[in-house]
C-alpha cells in the first residue's frame, strides 16, 4: 500500500471533531498531523500527537502536509481553498465549496496550474437512507421514474448563536447553502444536470436576515420532476425520499445516525457505525400485471462516510476519479447562487 496522505485540518469545531478527524484517525491511508486552532487548543485533548498551529500560514507552510481540509466558516471557503493550492497542496472543501459557479470554476482552474486537486465534502452521497434509495431507483422496480421528492427537515426557530450564520450581509448564508448543498448534490448524483430548474427562497423565523427555507423544482428528459426541499420550521419531519414511477413508489425517512454516533462519540471502525436502528425501513410499493400492489420493507446498507475519504486517497495515490466532479460542483453553485 502507498504511504498515507498526511492532512491537515484548518479547524477543531464542530465539523473538524465530528465529520473529519475520527476518520483521519482511524483509517490507516491518512495521516492526521495539524490543525489550526488560533484560540482554545482543543485538539490536545482528543489526539495529544496532532500538532496545534496558531495561525493559517503555519498550516500552509508545512512541506510534510499534502492534503489540507477547509472546515472553516461557509464565506471564508474560496479564498482558502485558493491558498492551500498555490501553497502546492491538495484541498477538501466543506460544503459549500463557494458561493456561486464562477468561484467553482476558479478553483478547479488554479488546481489545473498548481497541478493539485479540489475535492468537495459531499458526506450525504454515503448516508444510509440516500444509499438505500438509490439501490431501489437504480434496480429499476420502480420502472420509469416520475417524480421525487428530496427534503432535509428540521426545527429550529431559534437564530444560530454565531453572527456570521444569521446576518444577511455576510456572503454565503442561509438554509440553501447550509443544507442546500446536500439535497441538490444527492439529485445531481442520481439524474446528473436537469433540463431546467426554478427556486423559491424565503424567510421564515422571526427576527431572521437570511432565506431559511428553500424549495427547489428540478426538470430531467423523460417528464421527471424532482423536488429538493429545506426548511427550519418544520416540528414534524416528512419522509426524506419520496420516488414515484410507472411501476410502484417508494418512501423513507431520514434514518441515518453517523453523525448522531459520532457525537457521542462512536468511532467509525466499530462494527455498529453506520447501521440504522430497527424500525426504519424504507417502504416500497409495486403494482404487479394483475393491478393488486404488493408492499415490501426495504432495509437500509450501512452508511459510512469513510467512503468519501477512500476516494480522496485513491484520486491522490491512484489518479481516479473523484466521484464529486467540477460539473457536479458547478452545477450545484448554478442552482444555489
Given amino acids: 500500500m502507498s504511504s498515507p496522505i498526511v492532512t491537515g485540518l484548518m479547524a477543531y469545531g464542530m465539523s473538524g471533531k465530528v465529520f473529519h478527524a475520527p476518520f483521519l484517525s482511524t483509517n490507516p491511508q491518512f495521516k492526521l498531523k495539524a490543525v489550526v486552532e488560533r484560540n482554545q487548543k482543543k485538539m490536545v485533548a482528543d489526539y495529544p500527537d ?13 512541506a510534510e502536509i499534502e492534503l489540507i481540509i477547509v ?6 471557503h474560496f479564498e482558502l481553498a485558493k491558498r492551500v493550492l498555490q501553497a502546492g497542496k491538495h484541498v477538501l472543501i466543506e460544503k459549500p465549496a463557494c458561493a456561486d459557479a464562477a468561484e467553482a470554476k476558479a478553483l478547479f ?5 498548481t497541478g493539485k486537486q479540489v475535492f468537495g465534502y459531499q458526506n450525504r452521497r454515503w448516508d444510509s437512507d440516500f444509499l438505500s434509495v438509490k439501490e431501489v431507483i437504480e434496480s429499476g422496480r420502480l420502472g420509469k421514474l416520475t417524480e421525487m421528492h428530496i427534503r432535509f427537515d428540521r426545527y429550529k426557530p431559534e437564530l444560530s448563536v454565531k453572527p456570521f450564520k444569521e446576518t444577511g450581509d455576510t456572503p454565503v448564508t442561509g438554509t440553501g447553502y447550509e443544507l442546500g448543498p446536500h439535497i441538490v448534490d444527492q439529485a445531481i448524483h442520481l439524474f446528473g444536470k436537469p433540463l431546467s430548474f426554478d427556486k423559491i427562497e424565503t424567510k421564515q423565523r422571526e427576527g431572521t436576515e437570511i432565506f431559511d427555507y428553500i424549495n427547489l423544482r428540478l426538470v430531467y428528459p423523460g417528464g421527471l ?3 429538493l426541499v429545506s426548511g427550519l420550521l418544520i ?5 426524506a425520499y419520496v420516488v414515484h414511477g410507472s411501476l410502484g413508489s417508494f418512501s423513507k425517512h431520514r434514518c441515518d445516525v453517523q453523525e448522531a454516533q ?8 466499530d462494527p455498529a457505525y453506520g447501521v440504522e436502528p430497527e424500525g426504519c425501513d424504507g417502504r416500497l410499493v409495486t403494482v404487479g400485471i394483475d393491478g393488486k400492489k404488493n408492499i415490501e420493507m426495504i432495509t437500509a446498507p450501512k452508511g459510512d462516510y469513510n467512503n468519501l475519504f477512500y476516494a480522496v486517497y485513491h484520486s491522490i495515490r491512484q489518479n481516479a476519479l473523484y466521484p464529486i466532479t467540477e460539473e457536479h460542483l458547478v452545477w450545484q453553485m448554478e442552482m444555489l447562487q
Fill in 71 to 76: 472546515n472553516t466558516p461557509n464565506f471564508t
Fill in 262 to 269: 459520532l457525537n457521542i462519540p462512536v468511532s467509525p471502525d
Fill in 50 to 62: 496532532v500538532l496545534s498551529y496558531s495561525s493559517v500560514e503555519e498550516l500552509l507552510n508545512d
Fill in 235 to 239: 416540528a414534524d419531519a416528512l419522509p
Fill in 225 to 227: 420532476v424532482v423536488s
Fill in 109 to 113: 482552474d488554479e488546481a489545473r496550474k
